[in-house]
């Protein structure tokens, strides 16, 4: 079996003692590959559009950009240069009843970490964001199973909220929904299975959903798919 490359790993941070001890963990772990580091969101698009890392590691609080805003433009089309680009951001968090952990679920963060974990965990975490899964702190976990179950019995997403998604995403939900695996899908658009696994882990992120049923059921009811439409074309 051919090893699987090292990820490579930004790390965006405005204090400079806690990038500082987390680039030392990145750069101890074999898997990973410490690839660079900012200190605010901008600086943190214009080293991600030079040079891509496979996960970035970021405050969720910053000046200037805040680590929303950067997951919101990150995550958008445009910044999708390539049919198997796909950039998973890990968002650290100093509070798990940060409201700003919601917000960057909804724009598509594939994890969520508190700044207080164990130091092995960052390596656990960045790994299962580089291979296309969700992460989320179990603190941060029951955070938002709690916030979830005092709402109402959700409905369908409003049509803005639809919206969030970009191109590749409603693609990949659609083919989902017309009963697609990861691996067909993956074949389909010419993708690896773990840029698939990224893609629906974010949408369903954005939706509030919970699983895969979930968001099939969902593209039926919305009208984005319907029972006689045909898969898009191969690509």
């Known amino acids: 079996m ?29 898997g990973l ?42 995550v958008a ?10 950039v998973a951001v890990l968002i650290l968090t100093t509070f798990n009843d940060d409201r700003a952990v919601y917000e960057a679920l909804r724009a ?9 974990a164990a130091p092995h965990v960052l390596g656990d975490a ?6 296309g899964d969700a992460w989320l702190d179990p603190a941060v976990a029951r955070a938002l199973l709690a916030d ?6 959700p409905g369908l997403p409003s049509p803005a909220e639809l919206e969030r998604l ?16 990861n691996t067909t899908i993956a074949a389909h658009l ?13 949408l369903m992120m954005k939706l509030g959903l919970h699983d895969r049923s979930q968001a099939v059921a969902l593209a039926y009811k919305s009208g984005l798919v319907r029972p006689t439409d045909q898969p898009p074309p191969r690509r």
């Open 148 to 153: 979830f179950a005092a709402r109402p019995e």
């Open 77 to 86: 089309d445009e910044y999708i240069t390539g049919g198997d680009f796909t």
């Open 126 to 131: 960045i790994r299962a964001v580089a291979a």
């Open 2 to 30: 051919t090893p699987r490359p090292p990820v490579r790993v930004l790390l965006v941070d405005d204090e400079p003692l806690v990038r500082a001890g987390l680039a030392m963990l990145i750069a101890a772990d074999p």
């Open 190 to 202: 010419g993708v690896s299975e773990a840029t698939v696994k990224t893609h629906l882990s974010r």
């Open 33 to 74: 590959v410490f690839c660079g580091e900012a200190d605010d969101g901008v600086q943190a698009l214009e080293r991600i559009a030079r040079d891509p890392p496979d996960v970035v590691v970021m405050d969720v609080r910053m000046p200037h950009l805040d680590g929303v805003e950067v997951t919101r433009r990150l």
């Open 166 to 181: 970009t191109l590749r995403e409603k693609e990949v939900l659609m083919l989902a929904a017309h009963g697609l695996t």
């Open 108 to 116: 598509g963060a594939s994890g969520f970490l508190l700044k207080n």
